[in-house]
C-alpha cells in the first residue's frame, strides 16, 4: 500500500502485512480503542480468506467499532478526513506505544483504499453471502445492511399505500368524532392532538413525535377510539390493537397512562360508551414478548411468514428501539395492519446500532406537508395547517410524521421545560440564563461540587437536597433515596400477612423508588455510574438506612442488564431487594436472611411484571446474572423513565458520550425537579454543543 501523507517514511507500516495489521489492532485494544470483537472479526476474516489485503481486515474492526458505538455503517470520507474524531478516540490515553489511528488513516490515499476493498469473498455491493456491504461511500456489516434494507423497502411499501387508506376512510364520520374528541378544536391555536389523529387514521403507518408532556398518549388513545369507532360502524369485528413499549419499565408506565386516560375520555352522550372503552387495550407489553422472542437467539416466533395476529400496533418510546428490532417489527407486521410509532425525536437514540427514530423525524420540525395533505388535513380534521409547515416540495415520508408541538406538563413558567428547551436548542446562553434567573425557577438548582469527595452528592441523594433549590417551591419537597427506604422499613406487613398485602407493599416500595434518581453520563471514573453506585451505597449504610454488608441487602435498587425471558425479565426492568418471610418466598434463605419477630427471612427481589398488569413478580437474587445496582443509572439505561426528582452528574472532563441529546434526555426524566451536579472541568457548554450523529443510510433509503 502507498504511504500515506502522515507516514514517517522511516516507520514500518503495519498495513503491510496481515500480522502487523493484527498487532496493531491489538494494541489499539489493549489501550481502550477498540473492543476485543473488533479485533475478533478481523482475525476471522484472515483465517476464511488468507488473501485479504490487510487494510480491508482494519477497515472490517473499525467497522465493528462503530457498530458498538451505536453506528449502522463505517463511513469512509469522514475516517479519512477525521480518524480519531470520527471514532470518537480520547484525545489522550492508548497503550503504550500504539500509533493512534490519525496516523495510518489521515488523508488515506484513495487508490489504496479501492484496493482494499476490491475483495469480493468479502466485500460485495448489494444483496449476497460477504460478511461486508459497501454502498456509496459506506461500509456495512451485512446484517445491518440488510436492516436497513428490509426498513426501507417496507415503509416505502407502506407509504405507497397511503393513497388507498386515505381513500378507504369515511372522511365525514372522522370529522364528526374528531369534533367530540377534541372539543376544543377550531381556535386560534393549532390543535396539533387533532391534526395528528387526522393524519394517522388515513395513513397506514404514522409516527407521532414530541416531548415531554406534549400528549402523545392522550392523542393516540382518542386516534384508537376513532379508529375502533369507525370500525364498529362498517363491520361487525373490533379492531385488533396492541400496544408496545422497548422495556418492562416504559410499558408499565404506558400502561397506567392509558389505563387513567381511558376513563377521562369526552364520550358523554355517546352510544355504547363502555363498549368502546372496553375495545380500548389497556394491556402494554414489551416489544420483545410481543414479537415472541427465542430464548438464546435474535429471532422471534412472529416473523414474515408468521406475522403478529393483530390490525392496529402502538409502540411508544420508539426511539429506543434499535435497527436490528425494528426490521424484525416490521418484518413481523401484517401488510393490512397500521403501525402507530410514538416517541420523542430529540431523546437519546438506542444503545444498540442505529437511530429509527430521529431518521424517520428528521424534518418534523418544519412539517412540510404538500397541498394535498393539507387540503385533506382541513377536511376532515376542521383544523387548518399554519403555512410554516406547509411545503409544495414536501417529501413522501413527510406526510407520514406529525409533532405535537404545546407541553402541557412544562408550562411558561416551568424551570425543567425552559432548561430542556435550551439544550435542546443548542443555546448554552440562554442555560446560563436560566440558572441566573435562581427564585424564578424552584423546580431547578445547579449544585457545583468540589472534587470526587464532596460530601454534598450524597447528602442530596440521601435527602433530596431541598436546600439546593429556590425558595417559594410549594408542596412537598424534593426527596432523595431516604423516601424509599423509610417506605420499605415503615411499610412492611407483618409475618403473618397474606400474599397481597407483600404484592401490595413490594408495589409502594416500587413506586417510591421512582421519586428520585441519580444519573449518570459515563459509566467509569470519578464521576461514572459505578462508582457513584459505591458512594451511595455507603452513604445509605452511614445513614443506617441500608445494612450493605454483602452483595445483596434489603432495599438494594437493581436494573436488568440482559433479557432473560426465563424469569420474564427485560433489558431495563427495574427491582428492589426486600425481605419476605421464607413461608412466603419458598427455597432456601439468602446469605443476608435474619429473623424478624421470631420468623425466618429471605430475600427476594421485587420487580412490576413487564407485561404491564401491575402484578408483582418475585424472584430468587442467585438467579439474577444479568443486574446490576441502580442507586446510580447512565442516562441510556433510564430512558423511558419518569422520576419526580432526577439529578444529573456530569462528568470532569468531555467525553463522546456527553452530548446535547444526553442532557436533554437526563433533563426530561424529572417530573418535579431536576438538579445539575457539576464536578470542576465546566464541560456543560461544551456538552450542549457537541450533538449525537450517527452514521447510517436509512435517511436516503427513505428519500
Known amino acids: 500500500m502507498p504511504e500515506t501523507a502522515t507516514h514517517p517514511s522511516s516507520a514500518p507500516d503495519p498495513l503491510q502485512s496481515a500480522a502487523g495489521t493484527l498487532a496493531l489492532l491489538e494494541a489499539w485494544v489493549d489501550g481502550g480503542w477498540l473492543r476485543p470483537l473488533d479485533r475478533a472479526l478481523a482475525v476471522f476474516l484472515h483465517q476464511h480468506v488468507p ?224 363498549a368502546l372503552r372496553a375495545a380500548i387495550p389497556t394491556e402494554v407489553v414489551t416489544v420483545h414478548r410481543l414479537l415472541g422472542a427465542r430464548p438464546d437467539s435474535r429471532h422471534f416466533r412472529h416473523r414474515a411468514g408468521e406475522p403478529l395476529p393483530l390490525d392496529v400496533l402502538v409502540v411508544d418510546e420508539a426511539s429506543m428501539i434499535d435497527l436490528e428490532l425494528m426490521a424484525s417489527l416490521l418484518d413481523a407486521l401484517p401488510p393490512e395492519a397500521r403501525l402507530i410509532l410514538l416517541g420523542d425525536k430529540d431523546q437519546l437514540a438506542s444503545v444498540e446500532a442505529g437511530a429509527v427514530m430521529g431518521e424517520l423525524c428528521h424534518r418534523a420540525d418544519g412539517g412540510h406537508y404538500t397541498p394535498a395533505t393539507t387540503a385533506w388535513l382541513s377536511e376532515v380534521s376542521g383544523e387548518s395547517v399554519p403555512a410554516d409547515y406547509r411545503d409544495p416540495a414536501g417529501r413522501p415520508l413527510d406526510q407520514h410524521i406529525v409533532m405535537l408541538r404545546h407541553s402541557h406538563r412544562f408550562g411558561a413558567d416551568s424551570g425543567i421545560g425552559a432548561l430542556a428547551r435550551a439544550v435542546n436548542g443548542g443555546d448554552a446562553a440562554a442555560v446560563e440564563a436560566l440558572w441566573a434567573a435562581g427564585a424564578s425557577h424552584p423546580d431547578i438548582a445547579r449544585l457545583h461540587l468540589a472534587g470526587p469527595e464532596d460530601p454534598a452528592l450524597e447528602a442530596l441523594a440521601v435527602a433530596g437536597g431541598a436546600d439546593h433549590f429556590a425558595a ?11 423516601y424509599y427506604l423509610e417506605a420499605m422499613h415503615d411499610g412492611r406487613p407483618r409475618d403473618d400477612a397474606p400474599r397481597s398485602a407483600w404484592d401490595d407493599w413490594a408495589r409502594s416500595v416500587l413506586q417510591a423508588q421512582g421519586a428520585f434518581q441519580l ?56 427491582g428492589v431487594a426486600l425481605a419476605v418471610p421464607e413461608g412466603l418466598a419458598g427455597g432456601a434463605p439468602s446469605d443476608d436472611a435474619g429473623r424478624r419477630d421470631g420468623a425466618r427471612t429471605v430475600l427476594r427481589v421485587a420487580f412490576l411484571a413487564s407485561d404491564g398488569s401491575g402484578r408483582i413478580r418475585w424472584v430468587l437474587p442467585s438467579r439474577l446474572e444479568q443486574v446490576e445496582t441502580a442507586y446510580a443509572l447512565t442516562v441510556h439505561k433510564a430512558q423511558g423513565s419518569e422520576f419526580r426528582h432526577a439529578a444529573l452528574v456530569l462528568p470532569d472532563r468531555v467525553a463522546p458520550v456527553l452530548t446535547r441529546e444526553l442532557l436533554y434526555t437526563g433533563i426530561t426524566r424529572a417530573s418535579d425537579w431536576f438538579s445539575l451536579l457539576e464536578p470542576p472541568g465546566g464541560v456543560l457548554v461544551r456538552a450542549i454543543r457537541q450533538r449525537t450523529l450517527r452514521s447510517g443510510g436509512l435517511r436516503t433509503r427513505l428519500v
Open 472 to 482: 417559594g417551591a410549594s408542596g412537598e419537597g424534593p426527596r432523595g433515596y431516604r
Open 51 to 274: 488473501q485479504a489485503p490487510p487494510l480491508l481486515l482494519l477497515l472490517a474492526a473499525l467497522t465493528s467499532h462503530q457498530v458498538g458505538r451505536g453506528h449502522v455503517c463505517l463511513e469512509l470520507p469522514a475516517l479519512q478526513a477525521d480518524p480519531d474524531g470520527t471514532l470518537s478516540l480520547p484525545p489522550e490515553g492508548g497503550a503504550e506505544g500504539a500509533a493512534r489511528p490519525s496516523r495510518w488513516l489521515q488523508g488515506l490515499d484513495e487508490a489504496a483504499l479501492a484496493a482494499a476493498l476490491d475483495c469480493p469473498e468479502l466485500v460485495q455491493d448489494g444483496p449476497g453471502s460477504s460478511p461486508l456491504v459497501r454502498q456509496e461511500q459506506r461500509l456495512y456489516l451485512r446484517r445491518y445492511w440488510d436492516c436497513e434494507v428490509r426498513i426501507g423497502q417496507a415503509l416505502h411499501r407502506r407509504m405507497a399505500a397511503a393513497a388507498d387508506w386515505q381513500q378507504g376512510l369515511d372522511g365525514e364520520a372522522t370529522r364528526r368524532w374528531l369534533e367530540r374528541l377534541f372539543p376544543a378544536g377550531g381556535g386560534a391555536a393549532t390543535d396539533w392532538q387533532r391534526l395528528a389523529c387526522a393524519l394517522a387514521a388515513g395513513r397506514g403507518f404514522t409516527v407521532i413525535t414530541g416531548g415531554p408532556g406534549t400528549g402523545k398518549t392522550t392523542t393516540v388513545l382518542r386516534l384508537l377510539v376513532l379508529l375502533q369507532a369507525l370500525q364498529q360502524a362498517a363491520a361487525d369485528a373490533p379492531l385488533r390493537i396492541r400496544m408496545a413499549a422497548p422495556t418492562g419499565k416504559a410499558a408499565a408506565r404506558l400502561n397506567a397512562s392509558v389505563a387513567g386516560a381511558l376513563a377521562r375520555l369526552p364520550l358523554d352522550g355517546v352510544a355504547d360508551a363502555e
Open 519 to 574: 444519573l449518570g453520563a459515563v459509566r467509569r471514573g470519578p464521576w461514572g455510574v459505578e462508582a457513584l453506585n459505591q458512594r451511595i451505597a455507603a452513604a445509605l449504610r452511614d445513614a443506617g438506612l441500608v445494612r450493605a454488608t454483602s452483595a445483596w441487602y434489603a432495599g438494594r435498587p437493581v436494573i436488568v442488564t440482559r433479557n432473560d425471558y426465563d424469569l420474564g425479565l427485560i433489558n431495563g426492568d427495574m
